[in-house]
């Protein structure tokens, strides 16, 4: 044994040297293609930054044209502004190449546009399938140099003015695959516009005083939106913007129609609080038949604070419904009556669950016909509730009931005879129709099942059903006997 491995030691050992010594080759190749990649990325990297700072200072040209016409369009800034500039001219292009420096990065950044939608402004005659033809050059100036697009920019094509009505993102840079839409109304200048500030159980309404809201909010905003003169503010009839930390609303505007124009610095802007009141108390309860029964739940927490959250500026009144992650609410009661808006004041409550009925099921076209129908046939066939299942097929004999009327025809009624009501020839002393008490005189029909009714009251339900409204009765086999 010892003299076996006597032999085998020299011979690993060799072994064990030559694979070291066969490495360290492959060690130094593997070093120098790590350096290769390296020194390939810093070539990269300085090439991608030379091509950014050519694609700045291509746009340096139209950025400084763009600020000197913009202090040119405010008369009392303009004067200031071009003495400072004579003033630091030594010292401002050196200001510039570091501007131009700071915003290469920036301009790097901005997102590739997806959608554009560019508007003429005021009455234009050019027709929409020449709008795109005209704005094509400017469109593809901008997207060789780089600038960035945004909602509100201004845009001139053959002494017509454009607008950017809307960006998607609100500030990118055009690509080829940006889709370009021109079709639609031209855009108008507001002459007046009225916002109200809106509140919420975030935001409780304060005391201070309406004109706070435009020196301190919308004032600030639209100048700094159309300081530069290039851009300006587009807005919609109804539509919310955030501005700081509240919420404003825009109410009405002049003129309209169209509901869209663009508010500059000629327009008169109206700013006031939103009169809506407050609740005091609400209580929203919810549908026994929607409630997850697989796992446990906590009705308020879960389901109707994450839905009120989400929809803040909502308004409420009594028998409003909506749904929340398959769980369908009902406004049961408040106070004072809505419409209203919950606040940090109101009490909320949840307690309690809604078995429904058919009349919480039908669509809102339907439950208008019904309402004209009288009170005793409304009850007729809403006469099934949703405790004990089953429903499902009620809901559908209604509404097909509402909807075709499959019932008899009114020659086939007529052949139901007629006679006046008097006291003591019947049992029956109320039409189950009307829930109306039966008058001496007065017109009934009775069935061939025995039941009588008013004579108006059955003819609505035959036209519309052929069974008696009490026992289910085919009248119309009765009648025609089939």
């Not at 070539?43 to 600020?67: D, F, H, I, N, Y």
């Amino acid at each position: 044994l010892y003299s076996s491995l006597a032999r085998l030691l020299p011979v690993a050992w060799s072994y064990v040297v030559a694979s070291r010594v066969s490495r360290r080759p492959r060690q130094d190749m593997d070093e120098e293609l790590r350096k290769e990649k390296r020194r390939q990325w810093e070539e990269q990297q300085r090439q991608k930054a030379t091509e950014q700072q050519e694609a700045a200072s291509s746009t340096a040209a139209p950025s400084s044209s763009s600020s000197s016409s913009a202090s040119a369009g405010y008369g009392s800034s303009s004067a200031p502004v071009a003495a400072q500039t004579a003033a630091s001219s030594s010292s401002s292009s050196s200001q510039a190449q570091k501007a131009e420096a700071s915003s290469a990065p920036a301009a790097g950044k901005l997102p590739n546009a997806r959608r554009v939608h560019i508007l003429p402004v005021g009455s234009s005659p050019i027709e929409d399938h020449r709008r795109l033809e005209l704005l094509a050059p400017s469109l593809r100036s901008m997207r060789e140099s780089k600038e960035p697009i945004k909602t509100g920019l201004f845009m001139t094509a053959s002494n017509q003015e454009f607008v950017v009505v809307k960006a998607d993102p609100d500030e990118a840079l055009l690509v080829a695959e940006t889709d370009y839409f021109v079709e639609g109304a031209a855009i108008q200048r507001f002459e007046k516009v009225q916002f109200i500030c809106l509140w919420d159980f975030e935001h409780c309404k304060d005391g201070q005083d309406a004109s706070a809201l435009f020196n301190d909010y919308i004032s600030p905003h639209f100048r700094k939106r159309n300081a530069s003169g290039q851009a300006c503010s587009v807005c919609t009839v109804g539509q919310v913007m955030k501005i700081e930390d509240l919420e404003f609303q825009v109410m009405a505007a002049e003129p309209t129609p169209p509901d869209i124009g663009i508010i500059d610095s000629n327009t008169m802007v109206f700013v006031d609080w939103d009169s809506t009141p407050e609740f005091s108390r609400i209580h929203i309860v919810p549908f026994q038949d929607t409630l997850p029964a697989a796992y446990e739940y906590q009705i308020f927490n879960d389901y109707l604070k994450p839905y009120l959250t989400r929809n803040r500026l909502m308004r409420f009144n009594v028998n409003d419904q909506f749904t929340y992650q398959g769980v369908q609410f009902k406004v049961v009661c408040c106070e004072p009556h809505g419409p209203a808006r919950i606040g940090k004041n109101t009490t909320i409550y949840c307690e309690g669950v809604l078995h429904p009925s058919l009349r919480n099921l039908l669509p809102p076209e339907l439950l208008e016909q019904l309402s004209n129908l009288p009170p005793g046939l409304q009850m007729l066939l809403l006469n099934t509730e949703a405790l004990a299942g089953g429903y499902e097929e009620r809901l559908m004999e209604v509404q097909e009931m509402l909807t075709r009327r499959r019932g008899m025809a009114n020659d086939t009624i007529d052949r139901i005879g007629t006679t006046r009501w008097t006291e003591g020839t019947n049992d029956q002393e109320q039409c189950m129709v009307c829930l109306c008490d039966f008058e001496a005189g007065i017109e009934v029909r009775r069935l061939p099942c025995g039941h009588v009714f008013h004579a108006s009251c059955i003819d609505e339900w035959l036209r519309r059903c052929t069974d008696c409204p009490i026992c289910k009765t085919n009248v119309d086999r009765a009648v025609r006997q089939y």
